[in-house]
Structures are given as structure tokens and as C-alpha cells.
T-cell receptor, first 110, second 115 residues
């Protein structure tokens, strides 16, 4: 079945460091791919998405590119801030539902 | 604020009991989704309704059921509760039934604790 695998956390970085959170997926066909973010005590918010191969989603300095050849959708940010501390979920959409990875906790220290 | 509301925020109950979680989608959204988030299972899709009809089913136990009413709010009923049902339950809504293109907006969740 469809699944999403993302790197285990937690990830701890200093402010202004470069961030990469790896995400790979298995699917029949070509799903849409998403990154959601969950801040402490809140629900999930869509961070960015890509609906077809080679699409790049971007928002708030975060980027991810839909790579069909490697079935990946890695999240990157060039310079993280303390306010980026949250749990990040990679997800794919197919058959009317979202399938999420287990989440990666990111902590950014000043 | 996503526009999706969930009540109650917290719920503490005993094993064997039955509870009802309520969700009001964003204005104009026809689809409602329910998810369970737990430490061991992560975020699991339970069920989706679109304009009152069940559209997709995920890892939902037979002890759980849901419905969407004519005013589009939805309820998730959990019965014969077990300790392992303790989790955060999220509701999400979207404009259409196809989550491939339409963003899902998540509510703040209901934290269920079964003692």
C-alpha cells in the first residue's frame, strides 16, 4: 500500500543553520505530496505542496521538490529561526485520503 | 485559526465508556476527515465524509463510527473504550472530496484520555 517514510527525529539546530528533512514515499501512480507543520498545542497546517513530478513547493523560506525518479520530497530551508521549532509531517494524497509520515520534531536554539 | 472547530478540547473517561467528538468544518467546506494521532501509531486517517456521505475509510475500528449531518458538522463516536484509544483526534475539512488538490484544514484536536 501507499506509505511515507521520513527521517527520524528529533533534529536540533542552531538559528540560521541549514535544514533538511528527508521524505520518501511508495505509491501506485503519482500522488500529490505535502509538508504539514504542527506547532505545539495546535493542529496541522499545510506548509507546501507539489502535485506533479519536478514541481517545487515553497512557503515561508521552506522548499521541497517532487522527485519521481527517487520517490522523494525532501524539505529544505536555508536559514532556520527559533520560530520554526515544530513537528513536520510529510504526506501523500491518493484515494481521497492523506497518508502521513511519523513526523520529525525540529528544535531550533537561539 | 483554521476555521475548523472541535469540541470538547479535552475528554477524560473510563474504559468501556462511549464518547462523542464533534467537528464543525470551515464555512463552505463539504468534506470532513477524522484522524487519530498517537505516539506509537503516528497520524492515522480514520474516515472521510463528503456532503453527508461516507467517501473513504481508513484504519477505523468497528467500535468507532462517524456521521456527517445536513448542516455539515460531523461527529465521531467511540464506544467500548480501551486504554489504547487514548490519543489526539483531529478533524479536518476541505472544499471538495479529492484531497490531491485541495488543502485540508485541521482543527485544534480533541485529546481523549481513557483511564
Amino acid at each position: 500500500g501507499n506509505s511515507v517514510t521520513q527521517m527520524e527525529g528529533p533534529v536540533t539546530l542552531s538559528e540560521e543553520a541549514f535544514l533538511t528533512i528527508n521524505c520518501t514515499y511508495t505509491a501506485t501512480g503519482y500522488p500529490s505530496l505535502f509538508w504539514y507543520v504542527q506547532y505545539p498545542g495546535e493542529g496541522l497546517q499545510l506548509l507546501l505542496k507539489a502535485t506533479k513530478a519536478d514541481d517545487k513547493g515553497s512557503n515561508k523560506g521552506f522548499e521541497a521538490t517532487y522527485r519521481k525518479e527517487t520517490t522523494s520530497f525532501h524539505l529544505e530551508k536555508g536559514s532556520v529561526q527559533v520560530s520554526d521549532s515544530a513537528v513536520y509531517f510529510c504526506a501523500q494524497s491518493s484515494n481521497y485520503k492523506l497518508t502521513f509520515g511519523k513526523g520529525t520534531l525540529l528544535t531550533v536554539n537561539p | 485559526d483554521s476555521g475548523v472547530t472541535q469540541t470538547p478540547k479535552h475528554l477524560i473517561t473510563a474504559t468501556g465508556q462511549r464518547v462523542t467528538l464533534r467537528c464543525s468544518p470551515r464555512s463552505g467546506d463539504l468534506s470532513v476527515y477524522w484522524y487519530q494521532q498517537s505516539l506509537d501509531q503516528g497520524l492515522q486517517f480514520l474516515i472521510q465524509y463528503y456532503n453527508g456521505e461516507e467517501r473513504a475509510k481508513g484504519n477505523i475500528l468497528e467500535r468507532f463510527s462517524a456521521q456527517q449531518f445536513p448542516d455539515l458538522h460531523s461527529e465521531l463516536n467511540l464506544s467500548s473504550l480501551e486504554l489504547g484509544d487514548s490519543a489526539l483526534y483531529f478533524c479536518a475539512s476541505s472544499a471538495s472530496s479529492d484531497s490531491s488538490y485541495n488543502e485540508q484544514f485541521f482543527g485544534p484536536g480533541t485529546r481523549l484520555t481513557v483511564l
